[in-house]
């Protein structure tokens, strides 16, 4: 399989949200060194936990700062944007950074209400997302009515985040789909993926891609590991509780807490959906996973609170799949 990485910028209590930013520059660089094929970024709005919410900013500074690794969003939520918009901003970066550029999709609302509200998603707003996405390839391969530029000689791989309908989508449109969470845990998800490429309808000689999405932490033994993995399970789980997705926090100051019965059950849930061991359990579980997906991409999204510890589990993925 192909190895990629996903980092969502995630903010950490005690530090400035820029140092996020930074972070995210700093582990692009690192991937490059590291060897993975792909560097991917997030979008989310208004979510204290997470810095990035222009993902097309962030790449133009990664791009920057590196020579050769691909870069893509994983994903644009095409709701929020007029396809002619993420058209323009995406070839402006293969303009920047030719031969390098990817562009994920998603379909996810706002993670609030106000939120929402604030990116003018009514609750009657319909669900036009196929009809977006035809349109943004038609000004992406330039066979739409209006010319977007900048003119690139190359074409941006599109990728479907899947969510709900993403699997049958990436299907009917001809795309490669991207895999993880919910969907990827649930028990007929290689019956899913079987019929994504019996249905898949070629575009322009387009294949049936499928890239498995999973938070991976390798660490010198599985306790040390699935404590890397305490401080995003944690914040998840208490976000349930307060509806604010926190800041990532020492895993001490976890441990410290006080902790409600319930809690403790949703983080061990939590903690047992993490890749999170040594590097021979987690070599095992990844072969379970792409023997039961037929997986062509892992897109690692690990993160931790301890940046060095995570600078060294994404280097020991690395070592352990290279």
Do not use: C, K, N
């Not at 441990?255 to 059950?265: C, G, I, K, L, S």
């Amino acid at each position: 399989m192909r190895l990629s990485l996903l980092d969502r910028s995630r903010t950490r209590a005690g530090a400035a949200e820029g140092d996020a930013l930074e972070h995210t520059l700093e582990r692009a660089v690192a991937a490059e060194a590291l060897g993975y094929d792909r560097f991917w970024v997030a979008e989310h709005h208004g979510v204290p936990g997470i810095a990035s919410g222009a993902p097309a900013v962030l790449l133009a500074a990664i791009g920057a700062r590196t020579r050769s690794i691909r870069l893509g969003s994983g994903g644009v939520m095409l709701p929020h944007h007029q396809p002619l918009v993420v058209a323009e901003q995406f070839l402006m970066l293969a303009g920047l950074h030719p031969g390098r550029i990817d562009l994920g999709l998603g379909r996810s609302p706002g993670f609030t209400a106000p939120v929402r509200r604030a990116l003018r998603q009514g609750a009657e707003q319909s669900d036009a997302f196929v009809e977006d996405v035809v349109e943004l390839r038609g000004y992406l391969e330039g066979t739409a009515p209006v010319t977007a530029r900048p003119l690139v000689e190359e074409e941006i791989p599109l990728f479907v985040l899947a969510t709900g309908r993403g699997i049958d989508v990436a299907a009917r449109l001809g795309l490669p789909v991207v895999v993880g969470g919910p969907v990827l845990s649930e028990p007929d998800v290689g019956d899913r993926l079987a019929a994504y490429r019996r249905d898949f309808r070629a575009h322009r000689g387009s294949l049936p891609r499928v890239t498995v999405s999973l938070d991976v932490l390798v660490a010198d033994t599985d306790r040390e590991a699935r404590d890397l993995a305490l401080p995003e399970v944690w914040a998840m789980v208490r976000s349930r509780r307060t509806g604010v997705f926190a800041p990532l926090e020492p895993v001490a100051q976890i441990r410290a807490a006080r902790w409600e019965d319930q809690d403790r059950q949703r983080v061990e849930a939590g903690l047992d959906g993490v890749a999170a061991g040594r590097g021979d359990t987690i070599r095992q579980r990844i072969e379970q996973l792409a023997e039961r997906t037929g997986a062509d991409e892992l897109l690692v999204t690990g993160s931790t609170y301890d940046r060095d510890a995570l600078a060294a589990s994404d280097a020991a993925v690395a070592a352990l799949l290279g």
